[in-house]
């Protein structure tokens, strides 16, 4: 059992990043530029988001605090947000803005991730949920100015003609 805890909390980010890559390979091209805006400055703002809480909140990863031993070496340094979680729920919710099927894979997948964490004794619950409220947050703050975005450019579009 141990092997596939750790196999899921290693490698699984590695299935959610060809997923989601295989999703955008399908799209239409107008959909590739979309999704591909909101990857990149949605994931500029999770990553900023993620060093500021981090910054904020310090929390002493599991194996160090209890004293336990991991199922797999890692640095001893803040637990807090999960940065496998944050990947994977972040990519979760940017495809859930074009597929619920797609979306709630990636989803399942970054819920796994994390348990997988967890369970290895390399993160608390706390770090997994608070990547995902990270995550969430930052799709929500692209998705918000994409709206901005397409209502000034169709206006703008209106006045001209």
Request: proline share 3%; with cysteine.
């Amino acid at each position: 059992m141990h092997g596939v805890v750790v196999f899921i909390a290693k490698y699984f980010i590695f299935l959610s990043l060809l997923i989601a890559a295989v999703f955008w390979l399908r799209a239409s091209t107008r959909e590739k530029i979309a999704l591909g805006w909101r990857v990149v400055v949605g994931g500029a703002i999770a990553e900023g988001l993620a060093q500021v809480a981090g910054r904020v909140y310090y929390d002493t990863r599991p194996f160090v605090s209890e004293h336990v031993v991991p199922y797999f070496a890692h640095a001893p340094d803040n637990g807090f947000p999960s940065d496998h979680a944050l990947a994977a729920s972040f990519l979760g919710f940017v495809i859930l803005l074009y597929s619920r099927s797609t979306g709630s894979l990636l989803l399942v997948i970054a819920v796994l991730i994390g348990w997988a964490r967890v369970v290895s004794r390399i993160h608390h619950p706390i770090d997994v949920i608070g990547s995902f409220v990270i995550a969430c947050i930052s799709v929500a703050i692209v998705q918000f100015a994409a709206h901005v975005w397409n209502a000034r450019h169709a206006r703008s579009h209106n006045t001209l003609a």
